[in-house]
């Protein structure tokens, strides 16, 4: 049995039984045999109406799903709320395209050999997709997952995180009260090495993980050949502040995009990059905002931030923050657990370039500051790690701002705004090692089907 506890006590949630290879391989089984059918193929409007009927049962549901993404998932109530929110507009999302899966004409009779032909491109369902979710966020993340496997035409089979099942489980419950036939949405709830097969099957077309990179980039090494994947991966997030910027608007910005569910986020914003004659000002501003913030139970309405998924995590934290204070960094906030699952949210000062909080994913409460005197030296700085996800800058001058843009690698380049920022309609993935593929309600759609040309040849054409 999984026991499902809460990361801020411990406390016992739920226990649910844990699965093995053989009902991983009774999944694939099903799934497999759903898409060969193509009889058995669920016709665009009616998986438009599943999901506005999904989109309609989770409006009802709003305050459960909140509790049980929070109580699972330590991410506080009143961002749980927002992610239920958001997993109920992916849903509608998700139906709006149903109908833009479309192909294209093909221009035929451009040369001899081409004459009396008619040419068509069609999208149709890639096969079945194996996807594999994160804890961080319970809920959203299984949405982009699953829901636009089964828009696309998909059958899908879904592992969610073993700290966070139960926003999973919800959701796919709420999928069959919506009339979606059986076998279409299956949760697999197991330990890894029974779900490798989900990688490695041949039966699996299209592979989607959400979660380390160490982990990811192993998989998509197992893949089956001709399986397509989406690998996203984590970052650590530059961000450069240009004297001129707007400290009103930036400071809270910097705040929220650096301790939003106790930056357990994979573009939350970990290095700063000011320029050095408002760095001290910038740094200790946010420090005094950082300190300020509420740490505690995640089900407590006035907690801002909660606690770290596991226990161990706030070990790693202590100790990378240690390493970078005893290498030279100005702790000018936090730097303490709270508790064996609690961690003060920490800024730091110009920490040395070669610590671990320096180089790589933090992935706990703890901004970094640098201070620059040249802006190309920065973004050099910023561009120097192999991990390349979302970046900001802030500034008034638009010269600068679209010189950021063009000079930072990242996937996207936020002006005046965090790096956390993100809709759930926009592009959103990492490029070299911090991911493949582009995620997205209605780019994950596209990829998960596939391109089927028809030319008609006839001489009335």
């Avoid at 149709?124 to 966020?137: C, D, L, Q, R, Y």
């Avoid at 959701?171 to 197991?190: H, T």
């Avoid at 996207?412 to 991911?435: I, K, L, Q, Y």
Wanted: hydrophobic share 40%; glycine share 8%; aromatic share 6%.
């Amino acid at each position: 049995m999984l026991k499902v506890t809460s990361p801020y006590d411990l406390s016992l949630i739920k226990e649910i039984p844990l699965v093995g290879k053989a009902e991983v391989e009774k999944a694939l089984q099903t799934a497999y045999s759903l898409f060969l059918d193509q009889s058995k193929w669920i016709p665009s409007h009616e998986r438009i109406a599943i999901l506005h009927r999904v989109a309609t049962i989770m409006e009802t549901q709003i305050d459960e799903l909140t509790k049980t993404a929070a109580q699972e998932g330590g991410k506080p109530l009143v961002d749980s709320k927002i992610e239920v929110l958001r997993a109920i507009n992916g849903v509608q999302i998700a139906a709006e395209h149903i109908g833009q899966l479309k192909g294209e004409q093909i221009p035929m009779g451009l040369t001899k050999a081409s004459e009396n032909r008619l040419g068509f491109t069609t999208r149709e369902p890639i096969g079945v997709v194996s996807s594999i979710s994160a804890f961080n966020h319970p809920l959203n993340l299984i949405v982009h997952q699953v829901i636009t496997a089964i828009a696309a035409g998909c059958p899908v089979i879904i592992k969610p995180a073993l700290t966070t099942p139960l926003s999973c489980l919800a959701l796919v419950n709420i999928l069959k009260e919506a009339g979606l036939p059986d076998g279409w949405c299956q949760a697999i709830i197991c330990k890894n090495e029974a779900a490798e097969q989900l990688v490695t099957d041949s039966r699996v077309n299209y592979f989607s993980f959400i979660g380390s990179s160490k982990v990811g980039w192993y998989l998509k090494s197992k893949l089956s050949p001709g399986t397509r994947c989406a690998l996203e991966h984590g970052g650590a997030a530059p961000v450069i502040v240009e004297k001129d910027a707007d400290f009103t608007e930036m400071l809270p910005s910097l705040l929220k995009g650096g301790f939003y569910h106790a930056g357990q986020v994979c573009v939350s914003v970990q290095r700063v990059f000011v320029e050095e004659s408002i760095c001290e000002n910038v740094a200790n501003q946010l420090a005094k905002m950082a300190s300020k913030l509420v740490v505690g139970n995640q089900m407590n309405e006035n907690t801002e931030v909660g606690p770290l998924i596991l226990p161990r995590e706030v070990d790693r934290v202590e100790q990378w923050v240690d390493e970078a204070v005893d290498g030279g960094a100005k702790l000018l906030t936090g730097g303490k657990r709270i508790s064996d699952t609690c961690y003060q949210p920490t800024v730091l000062l110009n920490p040395p370039a070669n610590a671990k909080v320096s180089t790589l994913e933090i992935f706990g409460p703890v901004v970094c500051v640098y201070s620059y005197s040249e802006r190309e030296k920065a973004i050099e700085i910023a561009n120097s790690l192999d991990v390349h996800f979302q970046a900001s800058v802030f500034t008034k001058n638009l010269d600068v701002a679209l010189e950021c843009v063009k000079k930072l690698n990242a996937t996207a380049v936020m002006v005046n705004d965090h790096t956390a920022f993100r809709v759930d309609w926009m592009p959103f993935g990492g490029r070299d090692t911090s991911g493949i593929g582009m995620g997205g309600i209605q780019y994950s759609m596209h990829e998960m089907t596939r391109e089927k040309l028809m030319v008609i040849k006839s001489n009335v054409l």
